[in-house]
Protein backbone atom coordinates (compact mmCIF):
# COMPACT_ATOMS: atom_id res chain seq x y z
CA UNK A 1 0.00 0.00 0.00
CA UNK A 2 1.43 3.66 -0.36
CA UNK A 3 1.92 5.31 2.60
CA UNK A 4 2.91 8.85 1.66
CA UNK A 5 -0.26 11.60 0.10
CA UNK A 6 0.86 14.84 -1.44
CA UNK A 7 -1.27 17.45 -1.17
CA UNK A 8 -2.21 19.57 -3.66
CA UNK A 9 -2.65 16.91 -6.73
CA UNK A 10 -1.59 19.44 -9.03
CA UNK A 11 -0.25 22.85 -8.58
CA UNK A 12 0.63 26.19 -11.51
CA UNK A 13 2.66 28.97 -10.86
CA UNK A 14 4.25 31.73 -12.67
CA UNK A 15 8.07 31.18 -13.17
CA UNK A 16 9.56 33.31 -10.58
CA UNK A 17 7.32 32.25 -7.72
CA UNK A 18 7.56 29.45 -5.21
CA UNK A 19 5.91 25.99 -5.37
CA UNK A 20 4.94 24.51 -1.89
CA UNK A 21 3.62 21.12 -1.61
CA UNK A 22 2.88 18.68 1.11
CA UNK A 23 3.37 15.20 2.37
CA UNK A 24 1.46 13.05 5.00
CA UNK A 25 2.28 9.75 5.91
CA UNK A 26 1.03 7.16 8.07
CA UNK A 27 4.13 5.11 10.18
CA UNK A 28 7.27 5.86 11.78
CA UNK A 29 9.92 6.14 9.05
CA UNK A 30 13.68 5.92 8.97
CA UNK A 31 13.77 8.61 6.08
CA UNK A 32 11.92 10.13 3.24
CA UNK A 33 12.80 11.53 0.14
CA UNK A 34 11.52 13.51 -2.54
CA UNK A 35 11.32 12.55 -6.38
CA UNK A 36 10.93 14.55 -9.64
CA UNK A 37 10.08 12.84 -12.61
CA UNK A 38 9.62 14.36 -15.96
CA UNK A 39 6.75 13.38 -18.08
CA UNK A 40 7.69 9.78 -19.95
CA UNK A 41 10.91 9.92 -17.99
CA UNK A 42 12.05 8.04 -14.92
CA UNK A 43 12.09 9.06 -10.97
CA UNK A 44 15.38 11.58 -10.45
CA UNK A 45 16.23 11.75 -6.83
CA UNK A 46 15.99 15.16 -5.28
CA UNK A 47 16.42 15.29 -1.87
CA UNK A 48 16.61 13.05 1.15
CA UNK A 49 16.00 14.06 5.12
CA UNK A 50 16.46 11.57 7.70
CA UNK A 51 13.83 11.16 10.86
CA UNK A 52 16.08 13.29 13.09
CA UNK A 53 16.20 15.90 11.08
CA UNK A 54 13.92 18.81 10.78
CA UNK A 55 15.12 20.73 7.50
CA UNK A 56 17.31 20.39 4.51
CA UNK A 57 18.17 22.49 1.63
CA UNK A 58 19.82 21.83 -1.55
CA UNK A 59 20.01 24.13 -4.07
CA UNK A 60 16.89 26.06 -4.48
CA UNK A 61 15.16 22.95 -2.43
CA UNK A 62 14.06 23.37 0.88
CA UNK A 63 12.45 20.20 2.52
CA UNK A 64 10.81 20.40 5.83
CA UNK A 65 9.95 17.15 8.19
CA UNK A 66 7.22 16.88 11.28
CA UNK A 67 7.66 13.35 12.80
CA UNK A 68 4.86 14.38 15.32
CA UNK A 69 2.46 15.77 12.83
CA UNK A 70 3.92 13.00 10.03
CA UNK A 71 4.36 15.61 7.57
CA UNK A 72 7.10 16.92 5.16
CA UNK A 73 7.03 19.81 2.79
CA UNK A 74 8.64 20.55 -0.39
CA UNK A 75 9.80 24.22 -1.36
CA UNK A 76 10.78 25.20 -4.34
CA UNK A 77 12.16 28.97 -4.77
CA UNK A 78 12.02 31.11 -7.72
CA UNK A 79 10.30 28.11 -10.14
CA UNK A 80 11.81 27.96 -14.04
CA UNK A 81 10.05 26.23 -16.55
CA UNK A 82 12.44 23.14 -16.29
CA UNK A 83 10.20 22.95 -12.74
CA UNK A 84 7.35 21.72 -14.32
CA UNK A 85 6.98 18.24 -13.46
CA UNK A 86 5.37 15.38 -11.15
CA UNK A 87 6.60 15.34 -7.64
CA UNK A 88 6.44 12.00 -5.19
CA UNK A 89 7.37 11.70 -2.29
CA UNK A 90 8.82 8.57 -1.08
CA UNK A 91 9.23 6.97 2.78
CA UNK A 92 11.81 4.93 3.67
CA UNK A 93 11.47 2.28 6.56
CA UNK A 94 13.85 0.04 8.11
CA UNK A 95 13.81 -2.42 5.03
CA UNK A 96 15.22 -0.10 1.86
CA UNK A 97 11.91 -0.11 0.58
CA UNK A 98 10.30 3.24 -0.85
CA UNK A 99 6.44 3.85 -0.23
CA UNK A 100 5.49 6.29 -2.83
CA UNK A 101 2.50 9.05 -2.85
CA UNK A 102 0.85 9.69 -5.98
CA UNK A 103 2.25 12.71 -6.66
CA UNK A 104 1.60 16.27 -7.28
CA UNK A 105 2.06 17.61 -10.39
CA UNK A 106 3.37 21.52 -11.03
CA UNK A 107 2.96 23.24 -13.64
CA UNK A 108 5.38 26.69 -14.29
CA UNK A 109 4.02 28.99 -16.64
CA UNK A 110 6.60 31.59 -18.66
CA UNK B 1 28.70 6.85 -14.54
CA UNK B 2 26.16 4.54 -16.95
CA UNK B 3 22.52 5.03 -15.51
CA UNK B 4 19.54 2.32 -15.42
CA UNK B 5 19.29 0.92 -18.56
CA UNK B 6 15.74 -0.72 -19.85
CA UNK B 7 14.14 -1.91 -22.92
CA UNK B 8 12.20 -2.04 -24.59
CA UNK B 9 10.70 1.67 -24.01
CA UNK B 10 7.40 0.89 -25.18
CA UNK B 11 5.41 -2.07 -25.96
CA UNK B 12 1.81 -3.06 -26.97
CA UNK B 13 0.40 -5.80 -26.82
CA UNK B 14 -3.43 -7.95 -26.87
CA UNK B 15 -4.42 -9.12 -23.83
CA UNK B 16 -3.73 -12.69 -23.23
CA UNK B 17 -0.02 -12.24 -24.67
CA UNK B 18 2.74 -12.69 -23.04
CA UNK B 19 5.85 -10.02 -22.59
CA UNK B 20 9.04 -9.30 -20.47
CA UNK B 21 10.70 -6.26 -19.67
CA UNK B 22 14.76 -5.95 -19.48
CA UNK B 23 16.65 -4.33 -16.74
CA UNK B 24 20.81 -3.42 -16.36
CA UNK B 25 21.14 -1.61 -13.00
CA UNK B 26 24.34 0.50 -12.45
CA UNK B 27 27.55 -1.64 -12.41
CA UNK B 28 27.95 -2.43 -8.78
CA UNK B 29 24.31 -1.52 -7.62
CA UNK B 30 23.47 -4.65 -5.31
CA UNK B 31 19.82 -4.03 -4.76
CA UNK B 32 17.46 -3.66 -7.53
CA UNK B 33 13.80 -3.01 -7.70
CA UNK B 34 11.01 -3.51 -10.53
CA UNK B 35 7.79 -0.81 -9.83
CA UNK B 36 4.80 -0.48 -11.39
CA UNK B 37 3.10 2.58 -12.43
CA UNK B 38 -0.39 3.08 -13.48
CA UNK B 39 -1.39 6.72 -15.07
CA UNK B 40 -1.70 9.00 -11.84
CA UNK B 41 -0.56 7.20 -10.07
CA UNK B 42 2.80 6.84 -7.76
CA UNK B 43 4.72 4.10 -8.36
CA UNK B 44 4.41 0.36 -6.72
CA UNK B 45 7.03 -1.57 -5.79
CA UNK B 46 6.95 -5.54 -7.35
CA UNK B 47 9.69 -7.00 -5.96
CA UNK B 48 13.29 -6.13 -3.99
CA UNK B 49 16.62 -8.06 -5.51
CA UNK B 50 19.04 -7.92 -3.43
CA UNK B 51 22.14 -9.96 -5.56
CA UNK B 52 20.61 -12.48 -6.88
CA UNK B 53 18.19 -13.68 -3.87
CA UNK B 54 14.61 -12.24 -4.16
CA UNK B 55 14.15 -9.95 -0.98
CA UNK B 56 10.13 -9.09 -1.50
CA UNK B 57 8.02 -10.01 -3.71
CA UNK B 58 5.04 -9.66 -1.51
CA UNK B 59 2.94 -6.96 -4.45
CA UNK B 60 4.03 -9.43 -7.42
CA UNK B 61 0.63 -11.00 -8.73
CA UNK B 62 2.82 -13.95 -8.93
CA UNK B 63 -0.07 -15.86 -11.14
CA UNK B 64 0.89 -13.64 -13.76
CA UNK B 65 4.44 -12.18 -13.24
CA UNK B 66 7.43 -13.40 -11.96
CA UNK B 67 10.73 -11.88 -11.87
CA UNK B 68 14.53 -13.05 -11.91
CA UNK B 69 18.18 -11.55 -11.78
CA UNK B 70 20.39 -14.18 -12.79
CA UNK B 71 23.70 -13.65 -11.50
CA UNK B 72 22.86 -10.48 -9.95
CA UNK B 73 23.27 -8.13 -12.28
CA UNK B 74 20.51 -7.78 -15.39
CA UNK B 75 16.76 -8.33 -14.51
CA UNK B 76 13.44 -9.43 -16.63
CA UNK B 77 10.42 -9.16 -15.23
CA UNK B 78 7.69 -10.98 -17.34
CA UNK B 79 3.72 -10.73 -17.33
CA UNK B 80 2.18 -13.69 -18.81
CA UNK B 81 -0.89 -13.71 -19.73
CA UNK B 82 -1.05 -9.99 -19.59
CA UNK B 83 -4.50 -8.07 -18.83
CA UNK B 84 -5.78 -4.74 -19.89
CA UNK B 85 -4.90 -3.61 -16.37
CA UNK B 86 -1.59 -4.19 -16.47
CA UNK B 87 -1.02 -1.11 -18.94
CA UNK B 88 1.01 1.04 -16.85
CA UNK B 89 5.24 2.18 -17.25
CA UNK B 90 7.60 -0.35 -15.42
CA UNK B 91 10.30 1.10 -13.36
CA UNK B 92 13.34 -0.71 -12.50
CA UNK B 93 15.24 1.20 -9.94
CA UNK B 94 18.89 0.13 -8.31
CA UNK B 95 20.76 1.18 -5.46
CA UNK B 96 23.90 1.16 -3.82
CA UNK B 97 25.00 -1.10 -0.60
CA UNK B 98 26.89 1.49 0.94
CA UNK B 99 26.00 2.91 4.87
CA UNK B 100 24.40 6.28 4.26
CA UNK B 101 23.60 5.82 1.01
CA UNK B 102 19.55 5.66 0.03
CA UNK B 103 18.53 7.16 -3.02
CA UNK B 104 17.36 4.48 -5.77
CA UNK B 105 18.16 5.38 -9.31
CA UNK B 106 15.80 4.84 -11.60
CA UNK B 107 15.51 3.94 -15.45
CA UNK B 108 13.36 5.40 -18.07
CA UNK B 109 10.96 2.38 -17.49
CA UNK B 110 9.00 0.24 -20.16
CA UNK B 111 5.12 2.11 -20.66
CA UNK B 112 3.03 -0.88 -21.51
CA UNK B 113 -0.34 -1.05 -23.26
CA UNK B 114 -2.00 -3.80 -23.22
CA UNK B 115 -5.26 -3.84 -25.82
Known amino acids: SQQGEEDPQALSIQEGENATMNCSYKTSINNLQWYRQNSGRGLVHLILIRSNEREKHSGRLRVTLDTSKKSSSLLITASRAADTASYFCATELNDYKLSFGAGTTVTVRA | EAGVAQSPRYKIIEKRQSVAFWCNPISGHATLYWYQQILGQGPKLLIQ????????DSQLPKDRFSAERLKGVDSTLKIQPAKLEDSAVYLC?????????????FGPGTRLTVT
Open chain 2, 93 to 105: ASKVQLSGRYEQY
Open chain 2, 49 to 56: FQNNGVVD
